[in-house]
């Protein structure tokens, strides 16, 4: 019976239909019976003051010959018939006139009793204390004086060998020799490269002695040197690239200048 009631009280969409256009009608109607009715104008307000211009005939003659007086911009935006057209819109490019101009030297004034006050005060402030040695009495002798020879001369020239060559000794000495005491001689000095079994590669004179025939000489023998080989090891194939760099220093000694023969005896 319930379910009965409750299906009897839904509406059908024919009801809806109806229902949404009758709304949709009165809607319509309150619309246009509210909506329609004409509003009363505004009443504008009215100013009690009145503006007129005062001036004579002439001047109003002048301004209606004014061809720009009707334009509404003309005090708002620049343009040439306005003020502004005197003021910054007309005006005449500066002229720039170039002049060659030096200023004149202009020395500064120099004081001289100035730079003889600072000397003064400079010397006077600087001045090194005065050495008393000839005033001290000379030292008493502690003892006998003993003459020092002075060293004899080398009369047999001798070699060095500087470097990594310095730790193979030569198989054989070379031979040096003495020179003539005709002008003094330095150290020749000669750079050797030498290779793994002892032979020299290259010798370079690197010091020359003041004697051409020392120096070439030196070289000659320098060439002619033979160096203790070095162990190969068991694990390096031939040929053995190892190679060793030193200098040979030869300090040369003078011959001793031959005996004089002395003088007759008389009979």
């Given at each position: 019976?319930?379910?009965?009631?409750?299906?009897?009280?839904?509406?059908?969409?024919?009801?809806?239909?109806?229902?949404?256009?009758?709304?949709?009608?009165?809607?319509?109607?309150?619309?246009?019976?509210?909506?329609?009715?004409?509003?009363?104008?505004?009443?504008?307000?009215?100013?009690?003051?009145?503006?007129?211009?005062?001036?004579?005939p002439w001047s109003a003659q002048q301004l209606a010959q004014l061809p720009t007086l009707n334009d509404p911009a003309l005090f708002a935006l620049p343009s040439l018939q306005g003020f502004s057209g005197s003021a910054w819109l007309t005006f005449a490019p500066p002229e720039h006139r170039l002049n060659d101009w030096t200023e004149p030297a202009r020395w500064l004034a120099l004081n001289p009793t100035w730079l003889a006050d600072r000397f003064a005060h400079l010397a006077a402030g600087s001045s090194p204390a005065p050495l008393l040695i000839a005033d001290k009495p000379l030292p008493r002798p502690t003892g006998l004086d003993v003459p020092v020879p002075n060293a004899p001369l080398a009369t047999q020239s001798d070699l060095h060998v500087e470097g990594e060559l310095a730790q193979r000794p030569l198989l054989a000495p070379l031979e040096l020799r003495s020179w003539p005491p005709t002008e003094p001689l330095t150290n020749t000095i000669v750079q050797l490269l030498v290779d793994a079994t002892g032979r020299p590669l290259t010798a370079t004179l690197l010091t020359?002695?003041?004697?051409?025939?020392?120096?070439?000489?030196?070289?000659?023998?320098?060439?002619?040197?033979?160096?203790?080989?070095?162990?190969?090891?068991?694990?390096?194939?031939?040929?053995?690239?190892?190679?060793?760099?030193?200098?040979?220093?030869?300090?040369?000694?003078?011959?001793p200048p031959a005996a004089t023969n002395g003088a007759a005896a008389r009979p």
């Open positions: 019976m319930n379910a009965t009631l409750a299906e009897s009280r839904r509406w059908s969409k024919r009801q809806w239909s109806y229902a949404i256009v009758s709304a949709g009608i009165a809607q319509v109607a309150l619309i246009l019976f509210f909506g329609g009715r004409p509003q009363a104008p505004l009443a504008s307000p009215r100013f009690n003051t009145d503006v007129y211009s005062a001036v004579d020359e002695s003041g004697s051409k025939e020392a120096d070439q000489y030196a070289l000659a023998q320098a060439k002619s040197a033979q160096f203790e080989p070095l162990r190969r090891p068991k694990e390096m194939s031939p040929p053995d690239p190892r190679l060793s760099w030193g200098k040979l220093v030869f300090q040369w000694a003078a011959l």
